[in-house]
């Protein structure tokens, strides 16, 4: 890390003489109306220059040599525009705007001449969507909202804004799914700079790998991988929203970037804050009040010990598109939150009161990107994080609390403490947890030719943690462990383009290697019969190897063949091995890694255009098989009381189903989209196959969009947007036989949960304000068995942003 540093370092120092020789050309490109046009072609004529506005219909085109130069704009169905312009010393940052006039004749059939980076990413042969989050960044949509609309995939909240998630891939959840920040494990970040808390505004795009995770997100992602590409862009730009809602959510970002042209010196940063009190209305079974001799009513309560709050950013300074970096940055990233405690795994009849945890980071960080390094095909990437991480249980309240807020009473009416002193049981606790943290994401390609190419990558994680107790006696706190963790992961990938670029296959290896480290206290006796103090280790150090592949080919055009496979590892994280006492994790060092055999086949038909009607279907058919499965244990018995977990090897399994995909346009003006994922998750236990409890297997997804142009204002535009979401029943025990007496206990009901938004975009096309409808018939949905999630919740947003200064 240190030499990477310096090397990185030395770079700055270098003659700029180059940096000066390039001009950027920038601008947008509408229709006459003033409408963005998305995907129009921008060339710079007798240069391999060019590229495809983006959704807004801009576009940037960088390292525009000295001279002139025609500009050309084209799209289909409209006239040619072309204009030239001048780079030169004194100016080499050059804004143009292009108006084009749509064409007379109508064409019955269009062929699409080039394809979005979405489309790239969709059909390279992995099973994987590409979310955008432009739009989701403008309305009141957190960014796990976004996820939960993506086909295959499903979020389980465990209540409102700030509360535990869990992330589900064709029925392979929890941590057999890895989150991403730029290549990075999420984990690294710690709990305080997570998906709850990063607003959609700072996002480029997603990423979402099913079942078969490519070679550079070198990693142990056994059912899939989550990646969240931050925006990287060279171009000044700001941006700055604030949304209030029900049950007093506030939540506010701002990004900012400003690049000196002359030098390509850079400054960026981004922060945001989110608070709720998360004071929605439930019910049910487990929401009464007990009265005198023990007597229970049923009552609607609202939570009273549920609030979050988060706060945190990140700041960079460097170079970009500079001669000896495209990008290089280092920067800080801190953030802090605070979470409120309701109640343990479940919703229990007595809740906690004052029970919270506190959570912060602050982190260093490197980023390094050169294309065509040295030569030209060699592309390095570099991303790595070193710092601390803290985090924080405050459970000191002995007094048994109702859910009408107020302190429990026995049968006889008097209130009463809980006799071990805490809200959870095991006694009062300060605890504090310290990690020290550090990852490095590395990876090497080279293009050998436009048909192969080579990639070499690894990541490393390290976890140094200690945990300690104020409120235990500094001889207990002298007899407390530490906990190390260190994993390095390594990939090798072959990619070819074949047959006119018809065959994209790609062919990876992965090894894993994990090392874990319990250090605890213990007395023992002498040679002269003395008790002395001796550290007990135990060392664990295991070697694992995957691989795998991902081929696409087109059938006939905008038909493509999808194939993926994978031999996939995912070892045990900190949390599964050494517990986690804020979470309600009971340790497990005898855990052992899970693996499983994933298969994907899929079609992509599209897009297909004809006049004013766009639309892509896509489907993929999987199959998982799973050994020494990772879960919480397969009950057959349950008391709902229990506030503790503890994760288990479950067992082999296997997962099959389907994924089915279809988006449609016309006009740009009307969307819609709908997705469905149904599959079976069965596994072994006790010698008996069953299906997975606690598992949703069937899920459904509509979306509808309208725009309306010109509204109140001319060259305004109002979006509605409709969004359905379907979860089937599902329980929380496995079946009993044919003896189901009392199972509907364990049931979490069919849910249909509808949201309303709308949004309205000024003419300068830099502020924008929406308003959004959440659950919009207050229906109650559950993600996990008797933990109630918001209801109907009003939210109004106001975006500004700014491209240029």
Do not use: C
């Amino acid at each position: 890390m240190k030499k990477l540093l310096s090397a990185s370092l030395f770079f700055i120092f270098l003659s700029a003489q180059g940096q000066e020789a390039f001009g950027t050309i920038s601008g947008t490109v509408s229709d006459a109306s003033g409408k963005p046009l998305p995907y129009a072609n921008v060339l710079v004529e007798g240069l391999k220059l060019g590229v495809l506005t983006d959704d807004n219909g801009a576009y940037s085109i960088s390292k525009v040599p000295r001279g002139k130069h025609r500009v050309v704009v084209s799209f289909i169905g409209y006239g040619r525009r072309s204009k030239t312009i001048e780079v030169n010393k004194s100016i080499s940052n050059i804004n143009i705007d292009f108006t084009l006039q749509e064409t007379v004749e109508n064409l019955d059939e269009v062929i699409v001449n080039g394809k979005t980076k979405e489309t790239v990413l969709e059909t390279k042969g992995f099973a994987i969507n590409a979310v955008k989050t432009e739009e989701a960044s403008l309305r009141n949509i957190q960014t796990n909202e976004l996820l939960n609309t993506t086909v295959g995939v499903k979020i389980r909240q465990n209540g409102g804004l700030g509360s535990d998630v869990s992330y589900s891939l064709n029925g392979l959840s929890g941590n057999s799914v890895r989150i991403f920040i730029d290549g990075i494990p999420i984990s690294t970040y710690g709990n305080s700079f997570n998906l709850n808390s990063i607003p959609p505004s700072m996002i480029k795009n997603i990423e979402v790998y099913k079942g078969v995770v490519p070679g550079h997100l070198a990693d142990d992602a056994l059912g899939g991988a989550i990646n969240i590409v931050l925006h990287n862009d060279a171009k000044t730009n700001f941006n700055a929203s604030v949304s209030y809602g029900s049950f007093n959510t506030l939540q506010t970002s701002v990004n900012g970037l400003y690049r000196f042209e002359k030098s390509g010196f850079t400054v960026k940063a981004s922060l945001f804050h989110n608070y709720s009190d998360n004071d929605y209305k439930v019910s049910g079974r487990s929401v009464v009040v007990t009265g005198l001799g023990g007597v229970q009513t049923p009552i609607t309560a609202r939570r009273f010990n549920d609030a979050y709050r988060s706060t945190g950013g990140m700041a960079q300074i460097g170079y970009t598109d500079v001669k000896w970096a495209d990008q290089f940055f280092i920067g800080l990233t801190g953030s802090d939150d605070y979470k409120e405690v309701q109640h343990g795994a479940f919703m229990t009849i007595t809740p906690y009161k004052d029970r919270f945890l506190e959570s912060d980071a602050l982190l260093a960080s490197l980023n390094y990107q050169k294309k065509d390094l040295f030569t030209k095909g060699l592309d390095v990437n570099v991303n790595g994080l070193y710092g601390k991480r803290n985090r924080a249980v405050n459970d000191t309240v002995a007094w048994a609390y109702s859910w009408n807020g107020e302190r429990a009473i026995d049968f006889r009416g008097d209130e009463y403490q809980y006799t071990w002193g805490s809200q959870q049981e095991g006694g009062p606790t300060l605890a504090k947890t310290k990690r020290n943290v550090a990852s490095i994401r590395t990876g090497v390609s080279y293009a050998i030719n436009d048909h192969h190419k080579v990639l070499v990558n690894h990541v490393y994680s390290g976890i140094d943690r200690e945990d300690s107790d104020a409120l235990r006696s500094v001889l207990e706190n002298t007899f407390l462990g530490t906990r190390d963790l260190h994993k390095n992961i390594y990939s090798l990938t072959y990619e070819l383009t074949a047959f006119n670029e018809k065959l994209k296959a790609s062919l990876f290896g992965k090894h894993y290697q994990q090392k874990t480290i319990s250090s605890d206290p213990a007395i023992e006796s002498d040679t002269d019969g003395n008790d002395v103090i001796v550290d007990e280790v135990v060392i664990s150090n295991k070697k694992y190897d995957g691989y795998g592949f991902a081929a696409s080919y087109v059938i006939i055009p905008n038909v493509t063949l999808l194939t993926s496979a994978e031999k996939a590892i995912r070892l045990p994280n900190e949390t599964e091995v050494f517990g986690n006492d804020g979470d309600n994790v009971v340790a497990n060092s005898s855990i052992n890694p899970e693996s499983s055999d994933n298969y994907n086949l899929g079609f992509r038909f599209g897009s297909f255009n004809i006049k004013k009607h766009s639309f892509t279907v896509s489907t993929n058919v999987f199959t998982r098989n799973i050994k020494d499965r990772i879960g919480l244990p397969i009950e057959t018995s349950l008391n709902v009381d229990d506030e503790l977990i503890v994760y288990v090897n479950q067992g082999s399994g296997t997962s099959k189903g389907i994924d089915a995909q279809l988006n449609y346009t016309y006009n740009n003006n009307f969307a819609l989209n709908f997705n469905v994922s149904r599959f079976d998750l069965k596994i072994v236990n006790q010698g008996v196959e069953i299906d997975v409890p606690n598992t949703p297997f069937f899920t459904m997804n509509g979306g509808l969009r309208y725009s309306l142009k010109n509204l109140i204002q001319k060259k305004s535009r109002l979006n509605l947007f409709y969004n359905i979401y379907f979860t089937d029943k599902f329980s929380f025990l496995t079946a009993q036989g044919s003896n189901t007496v009392g199972n509907e206990f364990f049931d979490v009901p069919q849910q249909l949960a509808q949201d309303f938004g709308l949004s309205y975009t000024f003419p300068n096309n830099k502020f924008v304000m929406s308003f959004d409808i959440k659950n919009i018939f207050d229906e109650p949905v559950y993600d996990n068995l008797s933990v109630q999630k918001p209801g109907r919740a009003f939210y109004l947003k106001l975006n500004y942003t700014l491209n240029k200064f």
